[in-house]
């Protein structure tokens, strides 16, 4: 792992690709030292790394699972000692078991949930007891399109996103006068791995834009929300889906 200096740190959950990946690139441009997570998939993270130093950032991947309380504390607590606090953190980690709700083993329910709303705390609670050292500081969190509209067959990844939703809005009041700003970005259809075996001209035909969006305008709306031009901008659930609704 190489070591920050004086950057400003950034940790991004499931950065290994995707959105998490595009994510990680636009806040190493912002100058962030970007620490990319990821839980299986190191070969993806490194991947990342690559392009964040090719691109002339720094940072460093981290191995821990979000759903892992203990894990995720305790790789917050390394980063904050080690390189002297966190300024951002993106939860981005997230999976998606699709099936009728009628059909939906216990199992495709809790891995959903675990991973966004379990691992939205595991990874929260403890970043703000560092940010409030400084005072300052910013938590985006990835929802879904899903979170604010029937989708039939995501009963699990629309619970877990819209509780994202109401979660960060509670904590956003909680924590607006310690200097800790919250928002969310709620994508749309996304050219991710997520729909690679979606029908994608009917899927066109439900996007007013007539286009699938990019992982890079969603990162520009993080790195947006993590920037100082977005100071009074907090408790916010921000949608990025070419005017779905």
Do not use: H
Request: charged letters at 20%; aromatic letters at 6%; proline letters at 2%.
């Amino acid at each position: 792992m190489t070591e920050a200096k004086n950057e400003q740190v950034a940790i991004v959950t499931g950065g290994s690709k995707g959105i998490g990946r595009a994510i990680c690139l636009e806040l190493a441009r912002q100058n962030y030292y970007v620490v990319v997570n990821y839980m299986g998939d190191k070969a993806g993270a490194e991947d990342t790394l690559a392009k964040v130093a090719a691109d002339g950032g720094r940072g460093e991947i981290y191995q821990f699972d979000v759903r892992d309380g203990q894990a995720a504390e305790m790789a917050i607590t390394d980063i904050a000692e080690r390189l002297g606090g966190i300024e951002v953190l993106v939860n981005n980690a997230g999976i998606i078991a699709d099936g009728l709700f009628m059909m939906m083993s216990p199992d495709s329910w809790q891995s959903v949930i675990d991973t966004s709303l379990k691992g939205f705390y595991n990874m929260t609670r403890p970043t703000i007891e560092k940010m409030v050292r400084k005072r300052k500081g910013s938590i985006v969190s990835i929802s879904s399109a899903s979170s604010m509209m029937a989708n039939r067959g995501q009963a699990n990844y629309s619970a877990a996103k819209a509780g994202l939703n109401a979660a960060s809005r509670s904590v956003a009041a909680e924590v607006a006068r310690l200097g800790i700003r919250m928002n969310v970005v709620a994508p749309g259809l996304i050219d991710t791995g997520m729909i690679e075996a979606a029908p994608k001209e009917q899927i066109k035909a439900m996007i007013p834009m007539a286009r699938i969006g990019k992982p890079e305008e969603v990162a520009k709306v993080v790195g947006f929300l993590c920037s100082d031009a977005a100071s009074y901008v907090t408790g916010q659930v921000i949608s990025v889906n070419g005017g779905m609704f």
